[in-house]
């Protein structure tokens, strides 16, 4: 089973700038479309972002578009989410994703998570 271990969350100010990263095990990382998902408190874990195994296809939840970019390097097994023009309402815990399967789409499914980075955007 994959591992994913995300880094990078942490408290910035409104309007501010995050780079999240995420570090897949396994030698099939170039194989399979990957993902980040958030959860804020009280609230179900929803999709922000995703990609296609080479990169040339991204998906993005409508509330981060034009701020959020999705992007891989498969030669490092990482993924990464650049967080511009950050607003309180993006505060939630980002979870990186994998699917069970290779060659799927950006936007999924998909089925194993990390353990999240903690993402706090102060007004």
């Known amino acids: 089973q994959v591992q994913l271990v995300e880094s990078g969350g942490g408290l910035v100010q409104a309007g501010g700038s995050l780079r999240l990263s995420c570090a897949a095990s396994g030698p099939t990382f170039s194989n399979y479309a990957m993902g980040w998902f958030r959860q804020a408190p009280g609230k179900e874990r929803d999709i922000v972002a995703g990609i296609t195994r080479s990169g040339g296809s991204t998906y993005y939840a409508d509330s981060v578009k034009g701020r959020f970019t999705i992007s891989r390097d498969n030669a490092k097994n990482t993924v990464y989410l650049q967080m511009n023009s950050l607003k309180p309402e993006d505060t939630a815990v980002y979870y990186c994703?994998?699917?069970?399967?290779?060659?799927?789409?950006?936007?999924?499914?998909?089925?194993?998570w990390g353990q999240g980075t903690r993402v706090t955007v102060s007004s």
């Open positions: 994703a994998a699917p069970r399967y290779a060659w799927g789409p950006a936007i999924g499914p998909y089925n194993y």
